[in-house]
Structures are given as structure tokens and as C-alpha cells.
């Protein structure tokens, strides 16, 4: 049965729904050990956007709470409910509702399981295999979820909801439970329990790093960005007068027109847009015919064949400081002025992403890193784990050479590579060879070349 908890005095008749109290509710679910939460809001960004519809319930009753009346003593509640540890609290990305029910109503949800999240683990995060509510409740179920109500709730902000508003939230609680069962029986099959475990507890980790957010100096961001565009500029220009000095290239020669109206910033001394890069691939393939595209990376090879190629990867560098760290990422700084990433806990790399913005990309230079503030009376604490990947490796392999080294604070990768080349590892072996008196990781010419081609086949 569906139930709305609701203040507003405009009652529409609703045929499938049933009017209750935040009270009856939470009788009702003293009594259930498995939860289903979800939430409809106003838009994404939970510091200037409002939080509509809290839905809570299981397979059999559906409480859907309009949360744009709830008063005090109805919140707290709701709070000794859904903090209750012994009960299991099911949601469909944690994180997004997290944030949201933490921010409007005080609430820190705990004992999570994440259905969005088991199954991406079952199925090792293929981007491409289909996460979404309405695609785990077709794969479990059987049933179309109609997802077209959800862009109507953007435009409620005092009017009653609609019936079909009301079990659009309803549909989005009633099948967590028989999915989480599902779900848990595939988590067994494949001894993935304490792999569950952990992404769960992770999940309430992440959310609360985005819930913070960063704090970011705008006006320092905002002169940084500013020079970057101003470097960009020259650097094409640099780009136009080296291009021109090349004879064969002597027909991307621009006309000179003197406008009142343009800086001498905006007048080009080529016809070449090296923001294109299907104009720069056609002048490249004058130079390296088999060159296939001006991507950065498969640039590289080409990079001593022609100066221009090298500048032109130099100008990539910092065009890309202009366009990704330049006016558009203010776009990415929320209502309360900090800047909020969006992590992505489980891929098929094997890695967290981040993204909207990628903070992993921010250059590591000073400049940019004292940009991001801690707050007054706080510090930032940078740290790292040695030898991370190949602990866990060590641990999960038991394999003896890595252990060994690993426990005897030995440089892996030049142990493993002794293995591999043996005498042509010792022959290359200069003075005071530091492998070679402790083991350590060494300054040998040679070493470094063989050391690198075992850590490729170590982290592969």
C-alpha cells in the first residue's frame, strides 16, 4: 500500500493512495529490518537545490513523505529510524540520497546496502552493462519502471503531488528489497561478501568527502585562469610564426586586415585554427604521412620527428590548462562557493574516478593546489601508501619473492628484474650500485631501463 505523509492543506482525491502520519510510519517500520530509502529532489547540487520526497518502506507499504512541511519533532523521528544500526537501510545510489537527507534533515544514514553499487561489483563495473533502478528492476524482475515522471519533480516546489508523482517515489522503494535478496544470492555464489562489505561502508566515506566539499579561492583561481588563456593565445602564436617559417607551408600565410574592432590578439598571423584537429591532423600528415590522429598521447612517438609536432604538444598542454582549468570550471563551485567532485567507486580499471570536475587531473603545482583553502583553524594532510598495489598483490598471491622483499623493505621491481635478466641485470651494474649493496632501488643507467619493464609486467 502507498501512503502520503504530507502538510499541505491542498489535498488532491487520490485513488491508490492513502493518507498517514510520520508516526504510523514509524511504527509500522519499528518492526521491518530492511529499509528502502530513496529520494526526489529539485535538481543535483543538494546546496542550492531542495530536497521534495523522502520514501521509506518495503515490499508491502510505501511511505512517501513530503518533506517540504516536516517540522521538527517529526525529523528527530525519523533520525532514531533511519540511525538505527541493526536495521539494514537499502538505496539505489547511497550516495546521491545521502547527501540530500544529511543536509535537510540532519540524518547520517548508516548500515547501507547499495544496490547500484552490488551491482556493479557482480558485474565488475562494465559501464556499459546498465546500473540504473529501472535496468535492475527489468534484469531481476521483470517490470518496466515509466521513469518519465522524475524530470516533473524540477517544477514542484508548493503545489501538491500528483498521483502519479506519488507512486512514481512509491515504485522507486517497492522492489529494493526483493532485488537486495536477489543480489545477495549472486554475492554468495561468488565469494564477494566482505568485497559488499567494504563498498558499502566506502559508499558513507565518499559521500561525506562530497558532502564537505572543498574550499576553493575564487579570485586566485580566477587570475590563474585568466593567465593560462593569455598563455594559450601566445603559444598559438608562437605556433603561427614557427608554422610560416617552414617554406613548404608558406599558403597558411593570413591576409592582414585591420579591423577597429579586434585586438591585436585576435589577428592571426595563420590561416591554421590549432584548435581544430582535423586542420592540424591535414598539416601533421604533410610531415609524418601515417600519423592517424593529433591526440596527445599518440602524438608522443612523433614528438622528435618535427619541431612543430613538439610545440604543437606543448600548445595541447596548455590550451588544456585554459579550456578544463579556466572560466568553465566555475561552473563546478556550488552555492556555498566549494567545489564538489563526483566519485565513482567501482570500474573495470580497478580504480576510483572522479569527474564534474576530475580533481585527480588538478596539475600538482603549487599555483593550482594552494588554490583549494582548508577551513579557518584546519590543515590539509597529504599522505600515501608505499608500495600499495603491490602489498595487496603480495597478500592476496602469497608469493614468496614479493613477500620476502616486501618484508625485508627490498625494492620489488629490481628483485623481480634480477629474476628476469639475471646476468644481464649484474653485468649492468655500475659503482656503488645501490641494488647491489641493499637491494634498494638504484641509479644504474641500465637497471632503470630493465626495472621499468618489470614494473609494467608487476602491475599488469
Known amino acids: ?72 519533532s517529526e525529523i528527530v523521528q525519523l533520525k532514531a529510524l533511519l540511525e538505527n544500526k541493526s536495521k539494514i537501510k537499502i538505496l539505489h545510489n547511497a550516495k546521491f540520497d545521502y547527501k540530500f537527507i544529511k543536509y535537510y534533515l540532519g540524518i547520517e544514514l548508516n548500515n547501507i546496502h547499495d544496490t547500484f553499487l552490488c551491482e556493479k561489483i557482480l558485474h565488475c563495473g562494465k559501464t556499459d552493462y546498465g546500473f540504473g533502478l529501472a535496468k535492475l528492476v527489468k534484469r531481476y524482475i521483470g517490470v518496466d519502471l515509466d521513469k518519465s515522471v522524475r524530470n516533473r519533480f524540477t517544477t514542484t516546489s508548493s503545489t501538491p503531488f500528483t498521483e502519479d508523482q506519488i507512486i512514481y517515489g512509491a515504485n522507486d522503494i517497492i522492489y529494493l528489497d526483493t532485488i537486495y535478496k536477489l543480489q545477495l544470492q549472486h554475492i554468495e555464489t561468488f565469494k564477494l561478501k566482505n568485497v559488499l562489505s567494504l563498498e558499502n561502508q566506502a559508499v558513507i566515506v565518499f559521500a561525506e568527502i562530497e558532502y564537505n566539499g572543498l574550499d576553493i579561492d575564487i579570485d586566485m583561481w580566477g587570475k590563474l585562469s585568466l593567465k593560462n588563456k593569455i598563455d594559450s593565445i601566445q603559444y598559438e602564436k608562437h605556433l603561427d610564426k614557427l608554422l610560416l617559417s617552414f617554406p613548404e607551408f608558406k599558403e597558411y600565410k593570413a591576409a592582414k586586415q585591420l579591423d577597429l574592432f579586434m585586438s591585436e590578439d585576435e589577428i592571426k598571423d595563420s590561416t591554421l585554427n590549432w584548435s581544430s584537429p582535423s586542420q592540424v591532423l591535414k598539416l601533421f600528415k604533410r610531415i609524418i604521412p601515417d600519423i592517424e590522429n593529433v591526440n596527445g598521447k599518440k602524438l608522443l612517438p612523433y614528438k622528435q620527428k618535427h619541431k612543430l609536432i613538439d610545440e604543437y604538444i606543448k600548445y595541447k598542454e596548455k590550451s588544456k590548462l585554459a579550456s578544463a582549468f579556466g572560466d568553465n570550471f566555475n561552473s563546478y563551485i556550488s552555492c556555498d562557493n566549494k567545489v564538489r567532485t563526483n566519485f565513482t567507486q567501482i570500474l573495470d580499471t580497478g580504480r576510483v574516478s572522479s569527474s564534474e570536475p576530475n580533481m ?49 623493505n627490498e625494492d620489488l621491481h629490481s628483485v623481480c628484474a634480477e629474476l628476469v635478466f639475471g646476468k644481464v641485470w649484474h653485468n649492468a651494474a655500475e659503482d656503488n650500485c645501490a641494488f647491489k649493496l641493499h637491494n634498494q632501488k638504484c641509479e644504474c643507467k641500465e637497471h632503470k631501463k630493465l626495472r621499468t619493464h618489470v614494473k609494467t609486467i608487476n602491475f599488469g
Open 1 to 72: 500500500m502507498v501512503y502520503l505523509i504530507t502538510k499541505n492543506q491542498n489535498l488532491i482525491d487520490y485513488n491508490q493512495i492513502k493518507s498517514s502520519t510520520i508516526e504510523e510510519c514509524v511504527n509500522y517500520l519499528s518492526n521491518v529490518d530492511v529499509i528502502g530509502v530513496d529520494t526526489e529532489t529539485e535538481g543535483f547540487d543538494f546546496t542550492c537545490k531542495s530536497l521534495l520526497m523522502l520514501q521509506i518502506g518495503d515490499s508491502n507499504n510505501q511511505y512517501v513523505i513530503d518533506c517540504r512541511g516536516l517540522i521538527s
Open 360 to 408: 585527480q587531473q588538478i596539475p600538482a603545482t603549487n599555483e593550482y593546489r594552494n588554490c583549494f583553502t582548508a577551513p579557518h583553524g584546519w590543515v590539509f594532510v597529504s599522505s600515501d601508501y608505499s608500495s600499495q598495489e603491490l602489498n595487496v598483490i603480495a597478500y592476496g598471491s602469497k608469493d614468496p619473492v614479493f613477500l620476502s622483499a616486501l618484508r625485508n
